[in-house]
């Protein structure tokens, strides 16, 4: 059974930072690009970032190029989204999944999602 677990969410005053970690179970995430999601209250899920099987290509969101960091352990069958200089913007429930990727910026997620972890952002 694929299955994702997120975490490391949690309440972090702005400028603050976290490190969210998205688990798999029931496949090799190695062989599969990864993608972060997140939707705030009210609104609809977007994507964050991805970073491709290899781990050699990623992309960001402009909202938060440099200052998030997607990277991948594939022994340990994990992503994580490093988050830094977080903004009350960044408030939401942040999700991952596989995702195919049409072009560098024209990418969906593909298979099934986790529960979630929530990052708040306040002071």
């Known amino acids: 059974q694929v299955q994702f677990v997120e975490s490391g969410g949690g309440l972090v005053q702005p400028g603050g930072s976290l490190r969210l970690s998205c688990a798999a179970s029931?496949?090799?995430?190695?062989?599969?690009?990864i993608g972060w999601f997140r939707q705030a209250p009210g609104k609809e899920r977007e994507g964050v970032s991805y970073?491709?099987?290899?781990?050699?290509?990623?992309y960001y969101v402009d909202s938060v190029k440099g200052r998030f960091t997607i990277s991948r352990d594939n022994a340990k069958n994990t992503a994580y989204l490093q988050m830094n200089n977080l903004k009350p913007e960044d408030t939401g429930v942040y999700y991952c999944?596989?995702?195919?990727?049409?072009?560098?910026?024209?990418?969906?997620?593909?298979?099934?999602w986790g529960q979630g972890t929530q990052v708040t952002v306040s002071s």
């Open positions: 029931g496949f090799t995430l190695a062989d599969y690009a």
């Open positions: 999944a596989s995702v195919a990727i049409m072009s560098s910026d024209t990418w969906y997620p593909s298979g099934s």
């Open positions: 970073i491709r099987s290899s781990g050699g290509g990623t």
